[in-house]
T-cell receptor
Framework: GAVVSQHPSWVICKSGTSVKIECRSL??????MFWYRQFPKQSLMLMAT?????????EQGVEKDKFLINHASLTLSTLTVTSAHPEDSSFYIC???????????????FGPGTRLTVL | DQQVKQNSPSLSVQEGRISILNCDYT??????FLWYKKYPAEGPTFLIS?????DKNEDGRFTVFLNKSAKHLSLHIVPSQPGDSAVYFC???????????FGKGTHLIIQP
C-alpha cells in the first residue's frame, strides 16, 4: 500500500522559534496533501489543504502566516510553525492523496504524525 | 460546532462478540464516510468507507451501515479480536478534493 512518512516524529523547541515538519509520499505522487492537528483526546482537525505548485487553502481560524505550507513537489509537503508558542504544542498529521481530479477518499493515506512540544 | 459526532468516548466488548461503533453527522453535504483505526502517537489507518448512495458496505469482519435519513452510520466488527483494541474515528467528506471532518473517536477495548 501507499506509504506516507513524516519527519521528525517528535520535536521539542523553545518558544519563539520556528519548526519545520516534512511530509513525504514514498511510493506515489501526491497531488494533494492535507495537514491535520490533534489535541489530546480530541478529533483530528483539518488545518489546510495543499496542491502541488499552488498556495495552500487554510481552514477558518488557522493563521496562514503562522503555519506556512509548501508543497513544492509531488512527493513533499512541509509545514513550518513560525514563532511557536506553548499553545501550538500538538500532534500534527499529514495525509496525501494520489488521484488527480477525482475523489481522493479511499486514496488519502496518513503519515505517522509529529509530536510538537513548545517549551 | 461538531459536524461529526461520536457520542461514546469508550466501548468495552468481550472477545468474540460484536462491536458496534456509532457516528452521527449534521452536514447534509457529506457524501462519503470513512472509518479509521488509530493507535496513540500514530497516524490513522483506513478501515472501510461508504458512499452516500449505498446503505451498507462489508469488508471481512468490518461492516459499515449508513442511514441517510437519520444522518447516522455505524461500524460493526464481528467477531471482535484483541487486536481491534484502538481508537476508532469516523470521518466524512463533502466531495471533491476536500479534507476530512473527523469525530472525536471511540476507544474500543476488547476484553479477553
Amino acid at each position: 500500500g501507499a506509504v506516507v512518512s513524516q519527519h521528525p516524529s517528535w520535536v521539542i523547541c523553545k518558544s519563539g522559534t520556528s519548526v519545520k515538519i516534512e511530509c513525504r509520499s514514498l511510493d506515489f505522487q501526491a497531488t494533494t496533501m492535507f495537514w491535520y492537528r490533534q489535541f489530546p483526546k480530541q478529533s483530528l482537525m483539518l488545518m489546510a489543504t495543499s496542491n502541488e505548485g499552488s498556495k495552500a487553502t487554510y481552514e477558518q481560524g488557522v493563521e496562514k502566516d503562522k503555519f506556512l505550507i509548501n508543497h513544492a513537489s509531488l512527493t513533499l509537503s512541509t509545514l513550518t510553525v513560525t514563532s511557536a508558542h506553548p499553545e501550538d504544542s500538538s500532534f500534527y498529521i499529514c495525509s496525501a492523496s494520489g488521484l488527480a481530479g477525482g475523489p481522493p477518499y479511499n486514496e488519502q493515506f496518513f503519515g505517522p504524525g509529529t509530536r510538537l512540544t513548545v517549551l | 460546532d461538531q459536524q461529526v459526532k461520536q457520542n461514546s468516548p469508550s466501548l468495552s466488548v468481550q472477545e468474540g462478540r460484536i462491536s458496534i461503533l456509532n457516528c452521527d453527522y449534521t452536514n447534509s453535504m457529506f457524501d462519503y464516510f470513512l472509518w479509521y483505526k488509530k493507535y496513540p502517537a500514530e497516524g490513522p489507518t483506513f478501515l472501510i468507507s461508504i458512499s452516500s448512495i449505498k446503505d451498507k458496505n462489508e469488508d471481512g469482519r468490518f461492516t459499515v451501515f449508513l442511514n441517510k435519513s437519520a444522518k447516522h452510520l455505524s461500524l460493526h466488527i464481528v467477531p471482535s479480536q484483541p487486536g481491534d483494541s484502538a481508537v476508532y474515528f469516523c470521518a466524512a467528506s463533502a466531495g471533491g478534493a476536500d479534507g476530512l471532518t473527523f469525530g472525536k473517536g471511540t476507544h474500543l477495548i476488547i476484553q479477553p
